[in-house]
């Protein structure tokens, strides 16, 4: 599909992924989203900006929608206005979206049916935007405790779980409100927001070449894929060719995250169930991973590792070595522990038909990443619109039909492994040259995106810089803020026990979505 009969002035924007900019009007704003549903796209991310400076806003509102033919980043200029019309209707979980950024910038979807806070959770007046110009130098009292109106469910027997924002493990705050009735759920009401740390704000005015080190610190467990995409926003603003060595250490970095992940979530998947023995292999064979990535990178995270023009850490020959001798290691043993999971009779009881989300209910509501490719959609960036290596190396996407605990499970399996694969690759084809561009001082605007396809799903970063070199706005995006509402629906006709277990399926970010 394309939006070309919309007759969008768009032009393309610099980077190795097709995309495109437009600035459109209230009508066109609608009449894009409409195309881009009926044609199949997605909508990738909503938020605000303020171009003005204090006193004088130059308000506006964004959309980034992924279609076959690359992204599309829409515009609609509000000026001193603050309302646009609701995409709701069209994208049920551009609420959210809309809701944030009326807590941080003061726009409102006109027609929009839940007006409630979303971030703000009284640490500032309603009447104060932290993403306006100026805002950052104002001085806010916190209010009181305010109560948040939870939908409510009437019915006989129907009652209230709270679980959170505290809780008994060490993740992050979130409070889940369940209406049950005995143990089975009628409904699930999630409240996010508890941590709202200021990023987007702190990146107001921040050197552009300086950024990545904040963006990988949105989400620890993505910092890769997080810097990546800022990466590649950033040189697309300032127009820099990345070496082609630095494009292949780069993916190289993003796979071993992904192995990472997966290999802690698949443990506590087992423990969830039950099985204490896969916590502690897959426990033990996550410790071997990080370690040697401390080794090698600096950093058991690999924080930092990633920089404007290309990478700050090369690898030599030796390392390259170890890298491929790990995964020769740790593939067998993974191999075996697929082998436990798939006929561990009373494992597979607790995993089969829990947290289904069937493949028109994940298509309604746009469920993404690796839950996405357990519910049928296919949808891998590695593989739609493949960029350097990426293009070369012939991903082979997971896919699973039966939506539930069990194959988000297999669909993480299948990801291991074919990760491996592709480090292995990446370390004997790692081409020679240098790997980093120099960049200089980069003192010059211009707007750029980044779309990287992280471990649990497209992460996406949207960049103005202005002409000094300092960032006027910097959108990251987290696909846990699409599948979030899914969750909602996952555990409908579950009972409250199977919850901890479906939602470590789903594994969703609380920083990524708490910026």
Known sequence: MSLSGLHLDSHRLS?????????????????AARTVAAGGGRLLALWGVDRGRPGLPALAVCAAYAVREGLYWLDLPLGEGTRYPDLAPVFPFAARMQRAAADLLGLVAEGAEDRRPWLRHGAWPEDYHPLRQGAADQTVAPLPLQDYPFVRVEGDG????????VHAGTIEPGHFRFSVVGEKVLRLEERLGYTHRGVEQRFMGLPVLEGQRLAG?????STVAFAWAYCMAAEGALEVDVPARAQWL???LLERERVANHLSDLG?????AALGFGLAQFSRLREDWLRLSGALFGHRLTM???VPGGVAVDLDAAACRQLRQQCDAVEPEVRTLAGIYESHAGLQDRFATAGIVTPALAAQLGLTGLAARASGRTTDLRCDQPWAPYDGLRVVPAERQAGDVAARAAVRFHEVFESLRLIRELCAGLPAGAARADIGSARRGGAGAGRVEGWRGEVFVALEVAADG?????HLHDPSWQNWPVLEHAIIGNIVPDFPLINKSFNLSYAGHDL
């Open 217 to 221: 610190r949105v989400c620890g467990d």
């Open 268 to 272: 506590a998947l087992g423990n969830d």
């Open 304 to 306: 930092d590792a990633l």
């Open 470 to 474: 300092g960032v006027v706005r910097c």
């Open 158 to 165: 129907v009652h209230e779980i709270a679980v959170g924002p």
């Open 15 to 31: 980077g190795p992924l097709p995309m495109w900019r437009a600035g459109v009007d209230a009508h066109q704003w609608l009449a």
């Open 250 to 252: 780069r993916a190289l």
